[in-house]
Structure formats: C-alpha cells, structure tokens
C-alpha cells in the first residue's frame, strides 16, 4: 500500500517540483518540457543531491526499502488506479478482436466462507458484538488474454463477492462487488490488484503489487491487451 503523507509535506512537495520545474524552464532554450525534467532532469538531480548519503551500501541496485524500490511500487499504484474497471469493461465487448484478443470468459457462481458481526449488550449495558460465522455468495470470472502481434499470452481472474454499495452514507444496493484481480502468465502469478473503498469519499481505490520486476514486460502486456 502506498504511504500516505500529511497535506503539509505533500504542499511542500508540490512547491519544490513546481520550483524545480520553473527553473528548468529558464534555462531552456526549446519549448517548455516539464514531463522531460520530471523523468530525467529531475532524477539525475535527486542521485546527484547531498542526501542520502550512505556509509555503507547492501545492494547495487533496487535495494529493499530504497528510494528506487519505493517510488517504482508508488507509481505503479497512481497508474493502475481506473484499470479494474476497464478490465472489466473489456471482457464485455462484443465486437471485433484484431491484436488484442481477449477469450474463454467463464464465469462461477459459488459460496465463500465468510463472517458476519452480531450486536449485543452486554451485562452492565454496553454495546458488543461477535464474530458469527456464514457463507456469502460469490461469483469468480476467469479468461485468458493475448497479444497475437507479439506473442504475449495470459490469464487473469476477477472476485466478487455480494455485498452492499453505498450510494451516500445512508443508502446502498445490494449486488456483487469486485474484491480483486489477479494476473498470470505461464502458471505464475505476476501482479495482484485488490479494490479498498472509502467511505469519507464514497469511491474504491485500487491497491496493485507485483511479484517481481522480471514481470515488467508482462505487466505492460496486460495493460495493452485490456486498458
């Protein structure tokens, strides 16, 4: 899950890029490119900075819990917020397939154990409550994807489960709500993204990880094939 940072931070933040980018502006002789200094100048900048500064180093390059680590998992949430959605747009079209096919939709119905809170008082009068046990309807929606100009094939599958969408805090409807996707390609998993909702804004929020970044190329594939 991506940290969350304060609005104080996240202001200073915005204050500084918007600096450093009006000052790379000056120094251009071209058209203003704020999206080249943002991936270029800006990185090189941040690797050439006093801070941080290590004594000693444990890894050369993608290090656990290092900047790179994190802000390569921090981008991959931003860009994969909207894409349950288109996925699940794209296994209903109907129409022409040409380079990217997606194939064999299945769809299960079946019931997934479950628990469910039961309120009570207790005895000097206060509000408790219980784990209870139960199944609640679930719907599981399997298909395979593929790339036929260049050869990437995979499979992914949807959850749902019956559930109650808020409209506002008050109101809600009843149907089965999409609880995660999961990504394959040749019998491994390579990315997982789970839907959390809000309830301050009344909207879901995807929350991906990925396996490895040996699964870069593939990753992109499925995004090709289904956003």
Same mark, same amino acid.
């Given at each position: #899950?991506?940290?969350?940072?304060?609005?104080?931070?996240?202001?200073?933040?915005?204050?500084?890029?918007?600096?450093?980018?009006?000052?790379?502006?000056?120094?251009?002789?071209?058209?203003?490119?704020?999206?080249?200094?943002? +991936?270029f100048?800006?990185?090189n900048?941040?690797?050439?900075?006093?801070?941080?500064? $290590?004594?000693?180093?444990?890894?050369?390059? #993608?290090? #656990?819990?290092?900047?790179?680590?994190? =802000?390569?998992?921090?981008?991959?949430? &931003?860009?994969?917020?909207?894409?349950?959605?288109?996925?699940?747009?794209?296994? !209903?079209?109907?129409?022409?397939?040409?380079?990217?096919?997606?194939? %064999?939709?299945?769809?299960?119905?079946?019931?997934?154990?479950?628990?469910?809170?039961?309120? $009570?008082? !207790?005895? !000097?009068?206060?509000?408790?409550?219980?784990?209870?046990?139960?199944? !609640?309807?679930?719907?599981?929606?399997?298909?395979?994807?593929?790339?036929?100009?260049?050869? /990437?094939?995979?499979?992914?599958?949807?959850?749902?489960?019956?559930?109650?969408e /808020? =409209?506002?805090? +008050?109101? /809600?409807?009843?149907?089965?709500?999409?609880?995660? *996707?999961?990504?394959?390609?040749?019998? +491994?998993?390579? #990315?997982?993204?789970?839907?959390?909702?809000?309830? %301050?804004?009344?909207?879901?929020?995807?929350?991906?990880?990925?396996?490895?970044?040996?699964?870069?190329?593939?990753? &992109?594939?499925?995004?090709? *094939?289904?956003?």
């Amino acid at each position: #899950m991506t940290m969350k940072v304060n609005k104080k931070l996240l202001d200073l933040t915005n204050k500084f890029l918007k600096d450093f980018l009006d000052a790379c502006a000056e120094q251009d002789n071209r058209e203003r490119d704020d999206l080249y200094h943002f +991936n270029f100048t800006l990185a090189n900048a941040i690797a050439q900075s006093n801070y941080p500064k $290590y004594e000693e180093q444990d890894t050369l390059l #993608m290090g #656990m819990a290092s900047f790179d680590d994190s =802000i390569a998992k921090a981008f991959f949430n &931003n860009r994969c917020q909207g894409f349950v959605e288109a996925v699940e747009k794209r296994i !209903t079209y109907a129409g022409e397939q040409e380079d990217y096919w997606v194939k %064999d939709v299945k769809c299960e119905d079946y019931l997934k154990d479950d628990f469910t809170l039961k309120f $009570y008082k !207790t005895e !000097t009068g206060e509000n408790s409550f219980n784990t209870v046990k139960c199944k !609640t309807k679930a719907q599981k929606i399997s298909f395979n994807v593929a790339n036929t100009r260049s050869g /990437f094939e995979g499979s992914a599958v949807i959850y749902k489960a019956w559930g109650k969408e /808020f =409209i506002n805090k +008050n109101e /809600f409807v009843e149907k089965f709500i999409t609880e995660k *996707v999961d990504f394959f390609c040749k019998g +491994n998993e390579i #990315m997982s993204i789970e839907l959390r909702f809000n309830f %301050d804004t009344l909207k879901y929020y995807e929350e991906g990880t990925f396996t490895h970044y040996k699964y870069i190329a593939d990753i &992109n594939s499925f995004f090709l *094939v289904l956003g």
